[in-house]
């Protein structure tokens, strides 16, 4: 059974950090040629946060989280991490980690559509 495990999600103050990861089972992330974030907040359309290519190891991040949000997967381990820092009441949404057999980016964006994608863990930034 194909299947991702999520942690790390939760409530953080504004500035804060967290660090969200996904582990693999039923399947090795290895196979995959991309890792993807998504996130979608309520009311809003999905959104590509970033995406690593493991063959190429280009990884890619949505203008709004570069500098702030970075990107990591342990093979061996089979997880796929993100950290995320100075986090704004804007980063609230539900977080998904996906994988996908093809690039990172459609027309230069993060796409928002994968091959296999996780159930989501809610970030909620907020006092």
């Known amino acids: 059974q194909l299947q991702f495990v999520n942690s790390g999600g939760g409530l953080v103050q504004p500035g804060g950090s967290l660090r969200l990861s996904c582990a693999a089972s039923g399947f090795a992330l290895g196979d995959y040629f991309a890792l993807i974030w998504l996130r979608q907040a309520p009311g809003k359309e999905r959104e590509g946060v970033l995406c690593i290519e493991q063959e190429n190891r280009s990884t890619y991040y949505a203008d709004s989280m570069k500098g702030r949000f970075t990107a990591s997967r342990d093979n061996a381990k089979n997880t796929m991490d993100q950290k995320m820092n100075s986090l704004t009441p804007e980063a609230t949404a539900e977080y998904y980690c996906?994988?996908?057999?093809?690039?990172?980016?459609?027309?230069?964006?993060?796409?928002?559509?994968?091959?296999?994608w996780g159930q989501g863990t809610q970030v909620t930034v907020s006092e």
């Open positions: 996906a994988v996908d057999e093809s690039r990172c980016t459609i027309s230069g964006h993060i796409k928002t559509m994968a091959g296999y």
